[in-house]
């Protein structure tokens, strides 16, 4: 009888330090199994050893050394002795009452001060967007890892320490810009007139979206545009635009070009330029600016679909030569067609392209004697 009012006083001291120091995180023990029902870490021993001999004390047993230290006297030894004993068991609770609480305090201060030490949310790095389109198409773009890195500190531009004349000194990846024999952009003079088979274009409304990549403003099309040439398919990946257009037709450049650019199965690539002059509005460029991100490295996903015919001139005659990217890396062996009739947009259209990016073109390069052909 004793022990059960003993136990239950002990337990409800037991249930409120738990009640006062058990924190999110902390250990929980159900009160009546002593076992824990959350939380993984380990229980110190000490307090283990505490929970150990409360359970003993509420189950009524006593250690071996304690029941043989039990004295076998008469009934009024036994009374006081009982008296002695219930005295005993008092401190006892109490003083493992305080032990449990100064445990409890300390498995606390320990959980404040770890809690202390975690450091705030980092910002996280904005990601780079993965657009749904065929990857690997690092002309014009970022999607192929074409981001500031911590590697060079200096990234590539269009002018001052990144600009062009230093494209291949500020990463030994973009070696090719600086060595290579076969860059572009050219200036388009001297090509040979002969039979050129037409490029066959089979485009169609497809979805998109709108990235500022910081060197350009670059649409992402998802699959289905295709075109034919040299008996290859090529399917177009995504478009972006330079201002002024980086091509020359002798001597000659445009008010902005759009770079088409095209992949094969096996990684070869095609690059379609439509030379943009002053005149009238077009739309496809239009829908292409309403959805222009406001930040830089943001993509707008509209719910519509773009269809790119719109943006090819009626007569598709063209020049052709083999090429480069015209960005870093400057990876050559691009097959280059441009188209000779110019689209047109608005002064508008331009200028708003302007506001952001008022110059992105790359000088042209020397031909070193390559051939260009030209539609008939
Ligand atoms: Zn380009």
């Known amino acids: 009888m004793r022990c059960t009012s003993f136990n239950s006083v002990l337990l409800r001291q037991f249930l409120l330090l738990l009640s006062l120091f058990c924190l999110p995180g902390t250990l929980v023990y159900a009160a009546e199994e002593s076992k824990p029902i959350t939380g993984a870490e380990a229980k110190p021993k000490e307090f283990e050893d505490s929970e150990n001999l409360l359970k003993q004390k509420r189950d009524g047993v006593e250690s071996p050394a304690k029941q043989k230290a039990k004295p076998a006297t008469s009934a009024a030894a036994s009374a006081k002795a009982a008296a002695a004993q219930r005295e005993k068991d008092d401190l006892e609770a109490d003083a493992l009452a305080d032990k ?32 749904p389109v065929p990857a690997g198409m690092p002309h014009g773009s970022n999607l192929a890892g074409d981001t500031p890195s911590a590697a060079h500190d200096v990234h590539w531009s269009y002018e001052g320490e990144g600009g062009p004349q230093r494209w291949g000194k500020i990463d030994p990846a973009n070696a090719k810009c600086d060595i290579g024999e076969r860059q572009s952009p050219i200036d388009i003079r001297g090509g040979i007139r002969v039979d050129l088979e037409p490029v066959q274009f089979d485009y169609k409304p497809v979805r998109f979206n709108v990235i500022d990549n910081g060197h350009t403003i670059q649409v992402n099309l998802g699959a289905g545009n295709f075109i034919t040439i040299l008996g290859r398919r090529y399917e177009l990946a995504q478009f972006h635009f330079h201002k002024p257009s980086e091509e020359r037709i002798n001597g000659r450049n445009y008010d902005m070009v759009a770079h088409m ?10 690059v379609v330029a439509v030379l943009i002059e002053q005149g ?29 015919n719109q943006i090819l001139p009626t007569n598709r005659q063209y020049f052709t030569y083999m090429g480069s990217l015209t960005t870093p890396p400057c990876t050559e062996g691009v097959l280059w067609v441009v188209i000779k009739e110019p689209i047109e947009v608005s002064q508008d259209q331009i200028s708003i392209f302007s506001r952001m990016y008022p110059m992105n073109a790359r000088p042209t390069q020397n031909t070193s004697g390559r051939l260009i052909k030209e539609s008939n």
């Open 280 to 308: 009238k509005p077009n739309s496809l460029i239009q829908t292409v600016w309403n959805n222009m991100p406001l930040e830089k490295n943001d993509t707008v996903q509209p719910s519509g679909t773009l269809d790119m």
């Open 261 to 270: 650019v095209h992949k094969d199965v096996d990684g070869k690539i095609v």
């Open 100 to 131: 449990i609480a100064k445990k409890m305090a300390e498995l606390h201060k320990e959980n404040e001060l770890k809690k202390a030490q975690i450091p705030l949310r980092r910002p996280e790095p904005k990601p780079v967007y993965r657009a």
